[in-house]
Every structure is written in structure tokens, then in C-alpha cells.
């Protein structure tokens, strides 16, 4: 059938939007993973103790805790394509004064660690837009789809990165691979100029806090449900972040010594099945979310559980790739869900809200799990990981249960 011209011409400008987002911002996560390994390996390099790697490591968190909430109200009152252009042109510009005051000899631990501060506070101001305006480029029934896509892209840009990176650094001086870094930002940014424009239709902005508040009391009033899940799953990623972060490969280290490849096996089959996990999830449109969601905890909190009750290189390799496509299914329908939650309004809010409670778990969970450990040592952190995990997923899959049977007639 022969779709009108103006259905026709709606139709590939969606699809030129979408393909320039997803370009756009897999040049950027490449260019912010060539620059983690030169900043990681300059700070080893350079710096005189772990305490001064660990200081300018840590110092790329604090953004996504300090600007996230000014970053979604940003992506809900102005527009959305100016702010992603704009923000790659200036990470460009972090980039150009950082390799001049590397070239006119200024400490290299010093320029990288206040670069990569600035270049995180762009990206942890600008994420929650990027995120939200993935609706506005797609049809509602291929949101599950373009979000896999994108998910997927980032894991790819994510493996791809440190490998690169490596052998870049092994070629090359680094000034050299900062100025390939400023090329892709600004790669990013020509490319993000397809994205659509969009006539500015919204109403009075309003204060930050007062956007906010209409947020929260939206949230609480109508979507009561979606926020005990976003609840339960914030209890889930305090109970299992610093595990998968900090436990496997130090667990994986003290079993076998001598196997230092294994650590690396271990992530990348988790990355690659990753991957796997966020295409998957592009074909779930049609299964029920929530059950999905828990279903996939489930899956998640036996695969961690294995790590310390297997011994055999194989099935915790095994382990690995259950655990990464697991995982990727929950971070896929979460952002799905989010997406669904609000309105154009309040998206940008919403996922620069949840985007500071996810981190803050990150962080109490890595404080949580260096205290388990230090009592009852590495096994007890998967265990006690895993036991809060499944019960959590079986509250929420209880609770899905019970939504379920009040709404049928």
C-alpha cells in the first residue's frame, strides 16, 4: 500500500532522527571510553599512590549526584536538540583546553582529572535529555525497540572503547588520542544536527522545585504503583550493585591467583551477553513488564548466588553470561517503563530524578558490600546479595499478582 506523501515524509524523518540519536551518541560513548582508559592509564602512570588514582576516579562520579536533577528539569523546559548539540560541542571544547594545557606542560594527572569532571557533569546534565526525547523520534509501539537498540549500542561502545583504547595508547602519544576524542565528540554533534526540530509548545517554565514538586505529587497520586516498583528495584540495586562491582572481580582474584585472564573473560561475557539481553528485550513489547522485570531479578539473584557456590572455571563462566543478559533485560525495562511513566513534560525529570537514586544505590551499596566482606568474607556478599534479591523479586512479582487481579473485572 502507498502511504500519502505527508505520512510518507513524517515517517523517514522519525526514522533519520532515530538513526542520527543512536549514531550520535555511540560516537560519544566511544569517545567517553577511549577517554576512562588514557585518564585510567595516565593516572597509574603519573600518580605517586592509589589514593591519588582512586581521588581522580571517584571525582567522574559526583556529577550524576550533583547535577542530575538540574539536568532533567533542563531537558524538560528547553529544547531537547539544542541541548545535545550544545553539549557535545562543548565537551569538543573541554577537550581542546585540556590537550593545551597538556601542551604547554601542565601535570597531566591534574588536566585529566578536572577534564574528565567536566566532560561527566556534561554528560550526567545532558543524559536524562538524550533519554527523553527517545519517544519523540519513534511510534509508541516501536518504543520498546528503539530503547533496546539504544541500550544495545552503549554496551557495544562500551566493549569496543578500552580495546581500542589500548591499542591507541600503545600507537600513540596522548595528545593525539584526546584530539581523536574532540573528533568524535564533534562527530556527534554535526551528525545530531538531523535530528527533528520540534515548535516549542509547552507552557510557562516554571521554577525547578516547583517542577519537581508537580512531579512527585503526579507520581504519588496517579502512578502509586509504578513508583513501589521503582522502589523495589532501588532495594534490589543496593543489594546487588557492589557485588557485581567490587565482589566479582575480587572474588575471582583470590580463587584463582593464578588465571588472571579469567576476570577479563568473565566481563566481557558479561558485556557480550549484555547485549544480547537489551536486543532481546526489544522483542518483548507484548509481554507483561512488571512480571518480566522480576522474572529477569530472579534469574539475576541465582546467577550472583552461583559465584560463590560454584569453583569450576566453566559454569562460572556460565554464571557470567546469565548474569549479564539478566541484567540487561532489567536495565532495558526499566528505562521502558520510565519512558511510559509521564508525559514529554516530566520525562527529562523523571529520568534525571532516577538517575541520582540509582547512583546514590550504587554508592551505599559499595560501602555495604566493603563491610560484609571485611566481616563475613567475599561468599557471604554474593549469599546475602542474591537472598535480598529473590526476595524482593517475589514481593514484586506478589505484588504484580495482586495489581493484576484488582483491575480484572
Known sequence: MTLPPIQFIRRVRVSGGMT???LGRFLAVFAAGLFDITLLWLAIDTADNIETVALVLGLRLLPFIIFGLFGGWLGDNLDRRAIIIVAYVVRVAIIAI???ALFYGASAIAVLGVTGFLLTAIRSITSPTIRAIIPQ???????HRAVSTFETLDYAATIIAPVVGGLALAAFPPLVILAIIAALFLGAAIISLALPRR???RRTRAPLINDYGSLLVFMLRRRAAFVVCMALNTLAIVAVSGAELLMIPMHTDNMFPDDPALLGAILSLMALSGMLGALTTG?????PQQTTLYTAWVVYGLSLASF????RQATILLAAVALGYSGAIVDTLLMVMMQRAVSGRHRAKLL????IVFNFGDVTSLWMTALVASAFGYPAVFLLAAAITLFIAGSGLWLTRQEVARASP
Open 20 to 22: 542520527a540519536l543512536l
Open 352 to 355: 534525571g530524578l532516577m538517575s
Open 137 to 143: 523520534l519513534c511510534s509508541a509501539p516501536h518504543l
Open 308 to 311: 560463590a557456590l560454584l569453583e
Open 283 to 287: 522483542l518483548m513489547r507484548s509481554w
Open 199 to 201: 515548535p516549542d509548545t
Open 98 to 100: 585540556g590537550m593545551a
